[in-house]
């Protein structure tokens, strides 16, 4: 909080007030896009640990996210396990998987995008596997059973859609502060030693491979967790929707526009890039409906060149995201002066 | 590889066989499809994760061609690659550029995002369907015994031999071809010796843009097009080049080569769906134990 | 950047601009589509179907066969409705925001969504607010199987196309005096693929079928080349080839089949691709002689002729196809319900729904009822012969127009 200036701060309890009054008065519509929003934001979080913190790219992430996924729904679905208890072996599958390519990654010491493609590799082969998997339903489909859909029963996490709203944001929030409050301890001035010069931290004394590792686990369990959450709050799983590279994909699109490596990026990417998405639907639909566009006009991929424009551009001018330029033009941050 | 090549012992040698030289003409046509790939890293060092786009984009272009003028895609060749070096040429020089002081995933990044811009241009210009060509020998077949041989796949991996040959002739005996080796090896030794190497560095994307287009229009012979294709034709491409070595043109056709065996033989022997595992199996097996590849040289 | 920063009004502006942004944001994605007009009585129905992505043409197809039924049946005295669109991008989480979107719009009747998992992942909101939900095309089994009260599916199930695929082939094999003794199954590795595997293969015990399955083959359908899969069918030596496929995969395995010159005794499909207008096109005279064992339209019905009519004046380039003749029902299905229930209230329509008797209808079967799970159970399939590019119903014979051509005709000795 010390870096936020006054105006940084009643802007942060604005936004986080607003988050928490929204199901009163949004409509169920504004709540789906913004729990996509929130996943995406958490997703994005655990992400830049691994990136931002550790200085690994992983371009396979929707691979812990769907072994989480499938670790819970299987449970529950035919073990009758309630995802309290399964989401404990999601993070602990997930995290295995995690040790597991980083163990392989820094032990036969590939870095980079060699280390990016590792992660594809891991994620299509579990996918392809996955797909063959007839105990988790394989292709066809793991559909979990609802017994019922209103109320609140966070046990089994059965219940309203401001529900899952309400345990979405908690998770969000609960990642901010762990990701704040280790960046911010030591194990957060490891990270940044060896992520900006590996050869000088090691000669310091700090140990690589076991802070690297600490990071690549860490995301993989937030991921895994957030796995979880779209088992029950879709109730049925299918490899390639979960597993997809689409989704590895999708899940870097916000932090790469908020900022890597900073705290807030992640979220804030989310937070821009959704609704921005939902406009350009609900404005290509007006102006086919107004008839200023042709109604055949193929408009399939305006949603995506937008992305892929958005990604260019922010790689091009301004490499380390939107975050930390609005917050320093809006005056949220106090400058390297002010801190003293 | 132990393991499958145990699970095929139970298959007569007709099979295996005919599993083997299938495998390898559609490993040359990976290989054809990786060459632009491996040419690109192999010197500028770039992870060209737009390859398969682009590699769509020169499918696109021969498909137009044969639309408009009746032109047979193995004729496009010389147009595909000449557009595609082109464009090669200026994203290399007025993009890529500028961000080769950045670390390695600001590449990717860049190129991810690009690669997405044009799978969306496809998409609004040509739609989401698969569109192909129709040609009079797309379906020839050659018997030789008991085998029966794909002419355009024959077709296709002659024409991978060639261009990887030719490529290999220019950069041994070319005065440029030599001079893009040069930065390759020593890049601060090539500028001191006065290379203008942003010139060269545009011109191999472009040689390497040019491959793909080239590998495009043979493509074109065999599958239908639609920019939903691109990624998959990205990952395979890596996966051959790692297998094989970056950098190692011949590396590209090995790499496809071994590939394309080992998706054969899986097919053979186990469940044809499970053909990617095995691919993608092998290329974690070399990441982890020859990261440089089979014929590559040891990366930076 | 400074003086920014020390000018209180930049300040301010600065911190209420975000935040306008971002309610503005949010005002802006849930606005209608189309601004809701004064309440009359019209039924606001919402369309979802994947118009993006991957499933994009037969989301378009299923869009011309609601604005076609539209068309039909109001010319018959049926109600006027309002359509609402919108598209869920072939994704789950999509399709559910979209859904909202479309409640919050005030539709009570929603009709999609094409794929499996949105079409599960949709019908959970509608339970939860209500609102009947009407699928057009779905084949997944557990969409009926009593987790969800307002679904209701006028399509059949995967072990419902198995087992009328059996005894359709019966026919056919009788009509044409000659059937196979073995038979190798090639399927495309996704949800319907492996849905309408495990059905075949379960139930095939219960026909008493002259062959039995030599193999069955999975191949993965994103793959870009088949040749070691046909091969491996082909290995078989099977007599019938029963091929469940997608678009391009369907493409490829039938020019696999002719580069290695197989020729089986007929070649048999349970799943979109075969009757396709790009396969039809890409293969000409190769594509003939195909039976689709598919949901489809029987043209010999009254209603099925004023459909078939009406498709060829407005798209006379295109094939009517499944998912334009179970969309028109779905919307027939869906007038009907507001005829009968008077009202546009979901609860009503829901109960019209569960009344369901359209004795009217273009699909093959008889009159369109729902068990009390929201399944119709009685739909039939039909199979369908591809002939010189054009789709020939060949059974079951009340619904056919010609006799099949069973073997089928050599590759090259085609006209």
């Known amino acids: 909080m010390s870096e936020l200036t006054p105006a940084g701060r009643a802007a942060l309890l604005a936004f986080t007030l607003l988050l928490l009054v929204l199901p009163a008065f949004a409509t169920g519509h504004v709540l789906s896009v913004a729990i996509i929003c929130l996943n995406l934001a958490y997703l994005g979080q655990s992400w830049n640990l691994m990136l931002g913190f550790a200085g690994l790219l992983s371009i396979g992430h929707a691979l812990f996210v769907g072994l989480g996924a499938y670790a819970s729904g299987y449970l529950f679905a035919k073990h009758g396990v309630p995802p309290v208890i399964g989401v404990a072996a999601a993070i602990a599958v997930a995290m295995l998987m995690g040790a597991l390519i980083g163990y392989l990654g820094f032990r036969f010491a590939i870095g980079g995008v060699y280390f990016a493609l590792l992660t594809i590799a891991f994620s299509e082969f579990v996918r392809i596997l996955l797909d063959h998997a007839t105990f988790v339903g394989g292709t066809e489909g793991l559909f979990l059973p609802v017994t019922r859909r209103s109320g609140v029963d966070l046990i089994n996490l059965r219940g309203w859609t401001e529900m899952f709203y309400y345990v979405i944001l908690a998770l969000c929030v609960g990642a901010f502060v762990l990701c704040r409050a280790m960046l911010n301890g030591r194990i957060g001035y490891f990270w940044r030693a060896i992520r900006d010069n590996p050869e000088a931290a090691e000669a310091v004394g700090v140990h690589i491979f076991r802070y690297r590792m600490y990071a690549v686990i860490l995301s993989a369990g937030m991921a895994g967790v957030s796995g979880v959450f779209t088992a029950f709050y879709n109730n049925n799983l299918f490899p390639e929707q979960v597993l997809g590279i689409e989704r590895s994909i999708e899940i870097t699109l916000a932090p790469i526009v908020g900022g890597v490596g900073t705290l807030f990026g992640p979220i804030f990417g989310a937070f821009v890039l959704t609704p921005m998405g939902e406009f350009l639907t609900f404005a290509v639909d007006g102006l086919k409906e107004s008839g200023l566009i042709a109604k055949n006009v193929k408009t399939d991929g305006v949603k995506l060149m937008f992305w892929g424009l958005a990604v260019a551009l922010i790689v091009l001018f301004k490499p380390s995201g939107l975050w930390p330029w609005v917050c320093r033009g809006l005056g949220l941050v106090k400058s390297p002066e002010q801190r003293g | 590889m132990e393991s499958l090549l145990k699970l095929c012992s139970g298959f007569d040698p007709v099979t295996i066989g005919t599993a083997v030289i299938s495998g390898v003409l559609t490993g040359l046509v990976y290989g054809l499809s990786a060459l632009g790939l491996s040419v690109i890293f192999g010197v500028i060092r770039i992870v060209n994760f737009a390859h398969g786009e682009l590699l769509v984009i020169g499918m696109f272009l021969a498909l137009m061609l044969f639309r408009w003028f009746g032109l047979d895609p193995l004729w496009s060749i010389p147009i595909a690659a000449a557009v595609l070096f082109a464009v090669g040429y200026a994203l290399q020089h007025f993009v890529i550029r500028r961000v080769a002081y950045l670390p390695d995933h600001y590449q990717f990044l860049l190129l991810a995002g690009i690669a997405i811009m044009i799978v969306s241009a496809c998409l609004v210009i040509f739609g989401p369907d698969a569109q192909g060509v129709q040609l009079p020998y797309a379906l020839d077949s050659i018997p030789i015994g008991s085998l029966i041989i794909d002419k355009v796949r024959l077709y296709a991996a002659l024409a991978a031999v060639a261009v990887a040959s030719a490529l290999l002739l220019f950069f041994k005996y070319s005065s440029t071809g030599r001079a893009i080796r040069a930065c390759a090896d020593n890049n601060l030794g090539a500028r001191v010796v006065g290379l203008n190497v942003d010139r060269l560095y545009a011109l191999t994307f472009g040689i390497g843009a040019a491959c793909i287009g080239a590998a495009g229009c043979i493509i074109l012979l065999l599958v239908q097009v639609h920019p939903y294709l691109a990624p998959g034709y990205t990952l395979l491409a890596f996966v051959v080049v790692i297998v094989g070595g970056m950098g190692s043109l011949f590396g590209a056709l090995l790499g496809g080569v071994l590939i394309g065996v080992a998706e054969d033989l899986a097919s053979v022997c186990t469940q044809p769906s499970l053909k990617t595992a095995f691919s993608f199996g092998l290329l974690i097996l070399v990441l982890l134990l020859r990261p440089q590849g089979l014929l590559g040289r040891i990366a930076r | ?415």
Request: proline share 6%; aromatic share 6%; net charge positive.
């Open chain 3, 1 to 415: 950047m400074t003086s920014k920063r020390s000018d209180g009004f930049g300040k301010s502006i600065g911190r209420r601009s975000v935040l306008a942004g971002a309610a503005a944001g949010a005002v802006a994605a849930a606005m209608p589509l189309r601004l809701a007009s004064a309440q009359g009585a019209k039924l606001k129905i919402g369309v979802l179907m994947p118009r993006t992505g991957i499933q994009a043409q037969f989301g378009q197809d299923s869009v011309r066969g609601v604005e076609l039924a539209i068309e039909v049946l109001s010319a018959r005295g049926y109600p006027q409705v309002e359509l609402v669109h919108a598209d869920n991008e072939t994704k789950v989480d999509v399709g559910r925001a979209q859904a909202e979107k479309l409640i919050d719009q005030g539709c009570t009747m929603l009709m999609g969504c094409y794929d499996s998992g949105i079409t599960s992942a949709v019908a959970q909101v509608c339970e939860q607010k209500t609102i009947p939900l009407i699928v057009n095309v779905a084949a997944a089994p557990q969409i009926t199987d009593g987790r969800f009260k307002t679904v209701f599916r006028n399509f059949p199930t995967g072990p419902m196309i198995a087992s009328d695929a059996f005894l359709l082939q019966k026919e056919v094999f009788q009509a044409a005096g000659k059937a196979p003794k073995s038979a190798v199954l090639l399927h495309a590795n996704d949800t319907f693929g492996s849905t309408q595997k495990d059905a075949s293969v379960n139930l095939i015990g219960r026909f008493d079928m002259p062959y039995k399955f030599s193999e069955v083959i999975s191949y993965d359908p994103a793959a870009r080349d088949l040749s070691a899969e046909v091969r491996k069918a082909k290995s078989t030596n099977a007599e019938l080839v029963w091929i469940i496929t997608r678009l391009n995969d369907a493409i490829m395995i039938v020019q696999e089949m002719v580069k290695q010159r197989w020729e089986p005794m007929g070649i048999v499909s349970t799943g979109p691709g075969p009757y396709d207008d790009p396969f039809l096109k890409q293969l000409g005279k190769l594509s003939d002689d195909i039976i689709n064992m598919v949901p489809w339209f029987d043209p010999n019905k009254p209603m099925s002729k004023l459909m078939i009519a009406a498709w060829e004046k407005k798209f006379p380039d295109r094939t009517l196809n499944t998912s334009v003749s179970h969309s028109f029902e779905a919307t027939l299905i869906a007038l009907d319900a507001l005829k009968r229930a008077g009202s546009t209230e979901p609860a009503k329509l829901i109960e019209a729904l569960k009344k369901t008797n359209i004795a009217e209808n273009v699909t093959v079967g008889p009159a369109i009822t729902f068990n009390d799970k929201g399944q119709n159970e009685k739909t039939r399939n039909s199979a369908i012969q591809n002939r010189g590019g054009k789709l020939l119903p060949v059974a079951p014979a009340a619904a056919a127009v010609t006799k099949p051509i069973w073997p089928m005709r050599a590759w090259n000795a085609r006209g």
